[in-house]
């Protein structure tokens, strides 16, 4: 049976698309003290069910929020806007447990890159979301923080690795969340939990621990509540850091002006099921064909089609095999066992 349609019961500011809430920024008529006031408030109503945000100081927050950067107006700047951040990349004076508990008090005195990128464009980071440890997994659940729930029924998960991220993002506590992606840790939970979660080409939103800087399979990313704010979003985190050696200078247009203008005809290619690589029910089979009739008009055409995929799950988890055996090879004894 569908499940019916929700009231919204959080603060009115909470509700605000995170494009809506910038303008309201930018031309001074909330200030962000307003939106962290929302924010916690809303932490406070609906953390002990989700377990999305999980590392939180107000007073760290505040003091942050004091150095803001001079109005900029230009390409994703976020005017003051809170933000999650996934305890996977480091933020200076917060704890990046990675949902590890060798790592429960680690806490970093430099932030990644795409952090350092986020400040200078203006956002507020509210604190940090919960992971499966070290990112490994689909379903967001830890030693040091315990499982994320899915806001639509907390009897389910929120998927993972970016679980906490979308559960926040879902319930309002924050207008837009950080991810990252190896195998679908920004898709899975956002499917999950109803938002837009957008894997970038690598390097794009460039940022990433040291150990990893050269690697293309895990990619730091948007969340937000639709494709709208995740381009604001997307646009606020691109650009070039030397830290980060394979980041990308921005587009020559920007992600949301490319929203806006009308692409011309395009064409969808689609499968249910990768050619039978990945078995799909029934039901999830049904809303897909809906979906892509409801896409289907004037000046889109969808198509049913699908490369060869031969050995893809072999070569996948090669792949990833060494990139894990890489990074983690490097850690001390302690956090390797």
């Given amino acids: 049976m569908p499940r019916p349609p929700t009231r919204y019961s959080g603060p009115a500011l909470t509700a605000l698309s995170a494009r809506e809430a910038v303008a309201l920024l930018s ?159 920004l898709r899975t939970p956002a499917a999950f939990c109803g938002v837009v979660g957008l894997r970038p080409t690598p390097g794009r939103a460039g940022g990433a621990p040291p150990d990893t800087a050269f690697a293309l399979e895990a990619v730091q990313g948007p969340m937000a509540r639709d494709i709208a704010d995740t381009a604001l979003f997307l646009d606020a985190m691109t650009g070039f850091d030397a830290r980060h050696p394979l980041s990308l200078e921005p587009p020559e247009e920007g992600f949301q002006a490319a929203l806006a203008r009308n692409p011309g005809p395009m064409r969808i290619a689609f499968s249910e099921d990768q050619g039978g690589f990945a078995p799909v029910e029934a039901e999830i089979r049904t809303v897909l064909r809906q979906a892509m009739t409801t896409a289907a008009g004037p000046g889109f055409t969808v198509e049913d089609a699908c490369p060869a995929l031969p050995d893809l799950d072999r070569t996948y988890a090669v792949l990833r095999e060494l990139l894990y055996g890489a990074v983690q090879s490097k850690l001390p004894d302690a956090i390797r066992a």
Avoid: C, Y
């Avoid at 100081?57 to 107006?73: E, F, I, M, S, V």
């Avoid at 700047?77 to 990675?98: E, H, R």
């Avoid at 997994?137 to 929120?158: E, L, M």
């Fill in 27 to 185: 031309r001074g008529d909330v200030t962000p003290d307003a939106l962290l006031e929302a924010a916690w408030a809303r932490m406070d109503a609906v953390e002990p069910a989700i377990n999305a945000t999980v590392i939180r100081n107000k007073g760290w927050t505040l003091a942050q929020r004091a150095r803001l950067p001079k109005p900029d107006g230009g390409r994703g700047w976020l005017a003051g806007l809170p933000v999650a951040i996934k305890d996977l990349i480091a933020v200076a004076g917060l704890p990046n447990t990675a949902g590890s508990a060798a790592l429960a008090d680690f806490v970093p005195d430099e932030n990644d890159a795409l952090i350092d990128r986020l400040l200078a464009r203006g956002a507020v980071i509210l604190g940090k979301t919960n992971t499966p440890e070290f990112g490994a997994g689909a379903n967001t659940f830890n030693a040091v923080f315990g499982a994320t729930r899915n806001p639509w029924d907390t009897g389910r998960n929120a998927g993972g690795s970016s679980g906490g991220s979308a559960a926040a993002r879902a319930t309002g506590e924050a207008w837009l969340a950080h991810g990252s992606d190896l195998a679908g840790s």
